[in-house]
């Protein structure tokens, strides 16, 4: 597994609030990387720099460099929207626009400017097949994404991502807002979708992280403490942190 | 022992009734006239709203005996005053529709821009600013408005156009197309910021501009707020007054030139108000006719933006 991801002691302020603290890391390539730790110690900043989402958040401030194949992604000359599309994104609660199922994934492919019908259709199933609601939906692709289950909701949010072809995708605690099934479901899927992407996972459930993931990054108030092989972490922690975060006494 | 016990419990008995009197006359009447009082208070404005009603309805039917109502709604011709006389609400209702459409056309792009600018793209810090100067600008009385037309927007278009006259449908239609902006802009951007932020974040995403994600997330989850509001905005033009009364003359004129002179309803019922036509004449029942006609029309503009609102609202 060749690393993909590098990050080089990465700084990040919130304002005056130091959120990220020396981050340096590596995220191999087609693999599943998780990122587990208390809440507020950072984790999903760090996913959210990694498609510049934070961008969005008035007062933030970077420092140090986050390399993805290669290109430093915080450099002039990153165009961020050709970023954001290589670098799909989950949320913690399904988010489908307010559009029927077929528009919902269509959207991005018609944003970035394909027409045709039959493309979009092609499209549209191969996504939603990889997202493993093909089946569930193929019958009524023109109904709301609104009539569907919240973990169907967010299988569609995964096929609308997949759906611009990224190579990575990051999956922010996508499954905390569904029930065990649903996120059962999640889990599987991600597991066959590393063949083809890679995938960063922020979760605050640490057996999801040991159930799915190859790697697993352990951070604690901004600093990453632990990062190694998802076994070795949990069942030979190095730091006696991480050993009293994943036995439960603390968080 | 036993009587001494029964003694005391007697004792106990002889309470000070008058620490437990809980009638209180004045705060039980105050407590029954209350909302009497405040039903009256509400019952104000929906007693002028029907005797409004009631009035135009009467003083149109009284017209309408003298004027045959289909000569009225369809005569391309009006000449209440001098003789020959004709009441045909035509070219009111023309001159009217001008000023109204050409202030949609400047109204609502200005200000469903001026609303994507403040919900999409301002720091906090500018909306603080901006806002409250558009709400300003809706507070202007509409005669000042009439005089901004007047005194700056006719010289301007007169330069550019010979053949526009001292009154004319573009200048007054114009201005009052910039008095309803911050309707159109407030209301849409209520609208806009009421739309949630994970839709916003899931198309950026995707890889979506800031303005891909205003004209394609934002504007078609806020669409039903943006319609009523336009349609509001729409009425609002129509019954606007003193800016059409002062810029736009007083000639009834079938025409689509908006550089000539036009008459709208609302500037015709201002003049015959303020002239000295006898009370009781077909002048005078005109205007109740004419009324009645703005009444309908933005009764019928409202009850179509509330359709709207409801028809195209996106759930999310």
């Known amino acids: 597994m060749e690393a993909l991801i590098n990050i080089n002691k990465l700084n990040l302020f919130y304002g005056a609030f130091h959120a990220l603290k020396d981050v340096t890391l590596t995220i191999p390539e087609k693999a599943i990387t998780a990122f587990i730790g208390p809440s507020g110690c950072g984790k999903s900043t760090l996913l959210r720099t990694l498609n510049r989402m934070n961008d969005m958040i008035p007062g933030t401030r970077i420092e140090g460099g986050i390399a993805i194949g290669g290109t430093e992604i915080y450099s002039n000359e990153v165009d961020v929207e050709t970023l954001r599309k290589k670098v799909g994104m989950v949320f913690q609660q399904p988010n489908p626009f307010p559009k029927s199922i077929y528009d919902n994934v269509a959207y991005g492919p018609r944003l970035h400017g394909i027409t045709s019908k039959k493309e979009l259709d092609e499209i549209v199933e191969t996504s939603l097949k990889s997202a493993v609601l093909w089946d569930e939906v193929k019958d009524h692709l023109k109904r709301s994404a609104f009539g569907l289950s919240g973990g169907q909701q967010q299988r569609l949010c995964i096929a609308r991502a997949l759906a611009v072809n990224p190579n990575i995708l990051l999956m922010d605690e996508a499954t905390s807002a569904l029930d065990p099934i649903s996120t059962l479901k999640i889990e599987e899927l991600a597991q066959e979708l590393k063949d083809k992407y890679t995938i960063v996972m922020v979760t605050h459930n640490m057996h999801q992280a040991a159930r799915v993931s190859n790697q697993t990054v352990f951070f604690l108030n901004g600093e990453v403490i632990e990062y190694s092989d998802t076994e070795k972490l949990f069942s030979n922690p190095t730091d006696q942190r991480t050993e009293d975060y994943i036995s439960g006494r603390f968080g | ?316």
């Open chain 2, 1 to 316: 022992m036993q009587s001494e016990g029964l003694q005391s419990i007697d004792q106990a008995q002889t309470v000070n009734k008058e620490l437990y009197e809980f009638k209180n006359k004045r705060v039980s009447i105050m407590n029954k006239l209350m909302p009497v009082v405040l039903f009256l208070c509400a019952s104000v404005s929906v007693l002028t709203t029907i005797g409004i009603v009631f009035t135009l309805i009467t003083e149109t039917y009284q017209f309408f005996k003298q004027i045959p109502i289909l000569d009225f709604l369809f005569g391309t011709k009006w000449s209440p005053l001098i003789p020959p006389k004709s009441f045909g609400v035509l070219p009111l209702l023309s001159g009217t529709l001008m000023i109204t459409f050409i202030a949609c056309l400047v109204a609502i792009p200005l200000g469903l821009a001026s609303a994507i600018y403040l919900s999409e793209y301002a720091p906090k810090r500018v909306r603080k600013i901006i806002k409250p100067i558009l709400e300003v600008l809706a507070g202007v009385p509409t005669i000042v408005y009439g005089y901004f037309a007047l005194s700056l927007v006719t010289p301007l278009i007169q330069s550019l156009f010979d053949s526009a006259g001292v009154f004319n449908a573009l200048s007054a239609g114009i201005v009052v197309g910039i008095m309803i902006i911050p309707m159109v802009s407030s209301l849409s951007e209520d609208a806009m910021s009421a739309v949630p932020r994970s839709l916003r974040d899931g198309a950026y995403a995707l890889g979506a501009t800031r303005f891909e994600v205003a004209l394609k997330i934002v504007v078609p989850a806020a669409f039903s707020g943006i319609v009523a509001s336009a349609v509001l905005a729409f009425s609002r033009a129509i019954g606007e007054t003193m800016i059409v009364t002062v810029a736009a003359g007083s000639t009834p004129n079938m025409t689509v030139n908006p550089l000539d002179s036009i008459q709208t309803m609302t500037a015709y019922i201002v003049q015959v108000s303020l002239g000295d036509t006898p009370h009781g004449s077909i002048e005078y029942g005109s205007i109740f006719a004419v009324g009645m006609t703005l009444f309908v029309i933005t009764f019928l503009l409202n009850i179509l933006a509330q359709y709207i609102a409801r028809k195209f609202r996106e759930e999310y």
